[in-house]
């Protein structure tokens, strides 16, 4: 062996072993979004849908195979929506081949097999259940949507990695090609979407001392309200249920409060103007 080769052999062994100690986060990419297919569309408006749809959860990749005239002032770019600015005139044309050459793929279908014997249809995997599988993994993803009318056939099918299909009532499975795909998108958003535009969705429960406050005073509501004691204290006792499952918070609590504290004192008010004129109070059970 040469001096030139001792060398590189000794820094390949230098940087093996400063690459053990690595992070091996570090260098790992995110992971890669999947792209979204549609074979053969026949409707320009649903291809504007479809896009508008990968818009709103985080997808750019639109592919398309034989596909019809997108005219910019067409119903394709008007059903667009925001996506007609870069997903849809980036959309590239592609070929089926190309799509099953260097993707894993998972074609969609409305008409599955109910068993084992329909080897193109079955088994199939619900949106929940392809989201589960496709979290585990990252690779190149292509979802691959059919025709408007004729889906995918069987032999494109068997070519395919995966099916997935939307539970939908028997009498009726098939879906619009536009709402099928912003089904299934939809529930991969997990996968696709970063942040959405909803609020942070913890909630902090109010104080416990501001709870039991209110569950006093709803003590004194159903005391002056004249029930039975067996049923104030099964009242009570349901408030408590329903108030611990809700985990109010701060402001809510202090809103009951506040409602509570005038009820009582206008029942209580009520009480002493019975008396002082000698009027009958609240009726009784």
Do not use: W
């Given at each position: 062996?040469?001096?030139?080769?001792?060398?590189?052999?000794?820094?390949?062994?230098?940087?093996?072993?400063?690459?053990?100690?690595?992070?091996?986060?570090?260098?790992?990419?995110?992971?890669?979004?999947?792209?979204?297919?549609?074979?053969?569309?026949?409707?320009?408006?649903?291809?504007?849908?479809?896009?508008?749809?990968?818009?709103?959860?985080?997808?750019?990749?639109?592919?398309?195979?034989?596909?019809?005239?997108?005219?910019?002032?067409?119903?394709?770019?008007?059903?667009?929506?925001?996506?007609?600015?870069?997903?849809?005139?980036?959309?590239?044309?592609?070929?089926?081949?190309?799509?099953?050459?260097?993707?894993?793929?998972?074609?969609?279908?409305?008409?599955?097999?109910?068993?084992?014997?329909?080897?193109?249809?079955?088994?199939?995997?619900?949106?929940?259940?392809?989201?589960?599988?496709?979290?585990?993994?990252?690779?190149?993803?292509?979802?691959?949507?059919?025709?408007?009318?004729?889906?995918?056939?069987?032999?494109?099918?068997?070519?395919?990695?995966?099916?997935?299909?939307?539970?939908?009532?028997?009498?009726?499975?098939?879906?619009?090609?536009?709402?099928?795909?912003?089904?299934?998108?939809?529930?991969?958003?997990?996968?696709?979407?970063?942040?959405?535009?909803?609020?942070?969705?913890?909630?902090?429960?109010?104080?416990?001392?501001?709870?039991?406050?209110?569950?006093?005073?709803?003590?004194?509501?159903?005391?002056?309200?004249?029930?039975?004691?067996?049923?104030?204290?099964?009242?009570?006792?349901?408030?408590?249920?329903?108030?611990?499952?809700?985990?109010?918070?701060?402001?809510?609590?202090?809103?009951?409060?506040?409602?509570?504290?005038?009820?009582?004192?206008?029942?209580?008010?009520?009480?002493?103007?019975?008396?002082?004129?000698?009027?009958?109070v609240y009726p009784k059970e």
């Amino acid at each position: 062996m040469s001096g030139a080769d001792e060398t590189d052999a000794e820094r390949d062994e230098t940087d093996a072993a400063a690459g053990s100690d690595a992070d091996p986060q570090a260098d790992r990419s995110p992971r890669r979004k999947p792209v979204v297919v549609v074979v053969e569309p026949e409707t320009p408006g649903n291809v504007g849908t479809i896009a508008r749809a990968m818009k709103n959860f985080g997808l750019t990749d639109l592919k398309l195979v034989d596909p019809p005239e997108l005219a910019e002032d067409g119903e394709a770019y008007g059903f667009a929506g925001h996506a007609r600015e870069d997903v849809l005139p980036n959309a590239d044309e592609v070929t089926f081949d190309e799509v099953v050459a260097n993707y894993h793929t998972v074609g969609t279908t409305a008409i599955t097999g109910e068993d084992d014997r329909s080897h193109e249809r079955y088994p199939f995997k619900t949106p929940a259940e392809l989201r589960a599988s496709l979290k585990t993994v990252d690779a190149p993803t292509a979802i691959v949507f059919g025709r408007e009318g004729r889906g995918l056939n069987n032999d494109e099918l068997s070519r395919l990695d995966e099916v997935c299909s939307i539970p939908a009532d028997d009498d009726y499975p098939v879906l619009n090609l536009g709402q099928a795909a912003t089904v299934l998108l939809y529930e991969l958003r997990e996968l696709t979407v970063d942040e959405t535009q909803l609020p942070d969705t913890e909630v902090t429960r109010a104080p416990e001392s501001d709870v039991e406050r209110f569950h006093g005073f709803f003590d004194e509501f159903l005391d002056a309200t004249g029930q039975r004691e067996h049923v104030r204290e099964k009242n009570a006792l349901l408030m408590r249920r329903l108030l611990g499952r809700a985990h109010p918070t701060e402001r809510e609590v202090h809103s009951l409060l506040g409602t509570f504290r005038k009820a009582n004192a206008k029942l209580e008010h009520a009480d002493h103007l019975a008396a002082k004129y000698d009027e009958p109070v609240y009726p009784k059970e």
